[in-house]
C-alpha cells in the first residue's frame, strides 16, 4: 500500500495484523462499535471487534529515506505478552522487495518506544543484538528515553517487565553504537518531514508530518490507537501513560486537521489504514 503526498512516496510496510485486538480500548465494546457505522467494514470485525494492524512506514522524500516505527521484531522474548512473543515474520524480506534496503535508511523515526514500535532497529547477528539501519540517525523522544530507561526487569507489572526488555535488545544497542539523537518536542527532521509532540500515549510521544509540493500527511503513532477514537476521543488505553493527556492530544489534534486536506495515516489502523479526517456532528470520522 502506497501514497504520494507532493514528491513524497509513503509505503505501508505490514508485520502483523490482528483481526480481533478489542483490549487496546476496553470500552470499545461490540455494543459500542457497532453504533459506529463508517468502522464497518475496514476497521472492525462483523462482530464488533476492534482490529489492529501492526505496521513501519517508509517515507521516501527527494533528499532522504526514513522508516517510522520498527514494529516488533523477530525472535524477541515478549512472555508473558504471548501475541508479540517470538515472531518469525518477513518484514525484512518485504522491506527488500519494495526496494528499501536497511542499509539506505537515513533515519528512523520513533514515535514512542513500545514494544510494537522499536523492534526492528536491532536485528540478531548470532548472540548479539545490533543496529538494523547501521548508517541510519536514530531519532526517539528524549522524555520517553528517560522514562523507559527506568523500566526493570523485577518490576511488578507485566508490560514494565518486557519494557526492560525492549530497552536491552533494540535501544540500548542503538544508544552503544551511537546512532540514537533525543529529541524532545517540535523537530525539524529533513526537508519535507518533521516530529510533532504528541504526549499522552507516553511521555515524549510525537507524531510524523510530511509535507511536500502543497501537500501534507500525518503518521499518528499511537495518540490514537483505532480509529473509533475519531468519533469519541475520550475512549482511552490501559497502554497510555496519562489518559487525561491523551484524551487532551486528541482533542486538540482532532481539531487542528478535521476539514484539511492533510492526509491521516493511522499506525495501527487496519485495512485502507489512511483518509481524510471530517467532522461529523459533535464527532469525527475518517473518509477513506
Given at each position: 500500500?502506497?501514497?504520494?503526498?507532493?514528491?513524497?512516496?509513503?509505503?505501508?510496510?505490514?508485520?502483523?495484523?490482528?483481526?480481533?485486538?478489542?483490549?487496546?480500548?476496553?470500552?470499545?465494546?461490540?455494543?459500542?462499535?457497532?453504533?459506529?457505522?463508517?468502522?464497518?467494514?475496514?476497521?472492525?470485525?462483523?462482530?464488533?471487534?476492534?482490529?489492529?494492524?501492526?505496521?513501519?512506514?517508509?517515507?521516501?522524500?527527494?533528499?532522504?529515506?526514513?522508516?517510522?516505527?520498527?514494529?516488533?521484531?523477530?525472535?524477541?522474548?515478549?512472555?508473558?505478552?504471548?501475541?508479540?512473543?517470538?515472531?518469525?515474520?518477513?518484514?525484512?524480506?518485504?522491506?527488500?522487495?519494495?526496494?528499501?534496503?536497511?542499509?539506505?535508511?537515513?533515519?528512523?523515526?520513533?514515535?514512542?518506544?513500545?514494544l510494537d514500535h522499536v523492534g526492528w532497529n536491532t536485528k540478531k547477528v548470532g548472540?548479539?543484538?545490533?543496529?538494523?539501519?547501521?548508517?541510519?540517525?536514530?531519532?526517539?523522544?528524549?522524555?520517553?528515553?528517560?522514562?523507559?530507561?527506568?523500566?526493570?526487569?523485577?518490576?511488578?507489572?507485566?508490560?514494565?517487565?518486557?519494557?526492560?526488555?525492549?530497552?536491552?535488545?533494540?535501544?540500548?544497542?542503538?544508544?552503544?553504537?551511537?546512532?540514537?539523537?533525543?529529541?524532545?518536542?517540535?523537530?525539524?527532521?529533513?526537508?519535507?518531514?518533521?516530529?510533532?509532540?504528541?504526549?499522552?500515549?507516553?511521555?515524549?510521544?510525537?507524531?510524523?508530518?510530511?509535507?511536500?509540493?502543497?501537500?501534507?500527511?500525518?503518521?499518528?503513532?499511537?495518540?490514537?490507537?483505532?480509529?473509533?477514537?475519531?468519533?469519541?476521543?475520550?475512549?482511552?488505553?490501559?497502554?497510555?501513560?496519562?489518559?487525561?493527556?491523551?484524551?487532551?492530544?486528541?482533542?486538540?489534534?482532532?481539531?487542528?486537521?478535521?476539514?484539511?486536506?492533510?492526509?491521516?495515516?493511522?499506525?495501527?489502523?487496519?485495512?485502507?489504514?489512511?483518509?481524510?479526517?471530517?467532522?461529523?456532528?459533535?464527532?469525527?470520522?475518517?473518509?477513506?
Amino acid at each position: 500500500m502506497k501514497w504520494k503526498v507532493g514528491d513524497t512516496t509513503i509505503t505501508k510496510l505490514e508485520e502483523i495484523v490482528y483481526p480481533e485486538f478489542s483490549d487496546v480500548i476496553p470500552a470499545a465494546t461490540p455494543d459500542v462499535v457497532k453504533k459506529v457505522k463508517w468502522l464497518f467494514p475496514h476497521f472492525v470485525t462483523p462482530e464488533g471487534h476492534l482490529s489492529l494492524s501492526i505496521h513501519s512506514l517508509i517515507v521516501d522524500t527527494p533528499g532522504a529515506t526514513l522508516i517510522v516505527d520498527t514494529c516488533i521484531g523477530n525472535e524477541r522474548d515478549r512472555n508473558p505478552f504471548e501475541v508479540m512473543h517470538m515472531l518469525s515474520t518477513s518484514y525484512m524480506e518485504d522491506m527488500i522487495a519494495a526496494g528499501y534496503h536497511p542499509d539506505g535508511v537515513d533515519y528512523v523515526l520513533c514515535t514512542h518506544l513500545h514494544l510494537d514500535h522499536v523492534g526492528w532497529n536491532t536485528k540478531k547477528v548470532g548472540d548479539k543484538w545490533v543496529p538494523t539501519f547501521p548508517n541510519a540517525s536514530y531519532l526517539m523522544g528524549k522524555k520517553d528515553l528517560d522514562f523507559w530507561g527506568k523500566a526493570s526487569p523485577n518490576a511488578e507489572e507485566d508490560f514494565m517487565k518486557i519494557q526492560a526488555k525492549v530497552f536491552e535488545d533494540s535501544l540500548q544497542p542503538i544508544l552503544d553504537a551511537g546512532l540514537a539523537k533525543p529529541v524532545d518536542g517540535a523537530t525539524q527532521v529533513c526537508d519535507g518531514v518533521r516530529l510533532i509532540p504528541t504526549p499522552g500515549h507516553s511521555p515524549g510521544h510525537v507524531s510524523v508530518i510530511i509535507e511536500s509540493a502543497g501537500e501534507s500527511a500525518m503518521i499518528t503513532g499511537d495518540f490514537i490507537h483505532h480509529p473509533i477514537q475519531f468519533n469519541d476521543p475520550g475512549l482511552v488505553s490501559p497502554f497510555d501513560v496519562d489518559n487525561e493527556m491523551a484524551v487532551a492530544t486528541r482533542r486538540r489534534i482532532f481539531g487542528e486537521y478535521a476539514d484539511t486536506p492533510t492526509l491521516i495515516i493511522g499506525t495501527h489502523f487496519a485495512g485502507p489504514t489512511a483518509g481524510k479526517l471530517v467532522r461529523d456532528g459533535d464527532a469525527y470520522r475518517l473518509d477513506v
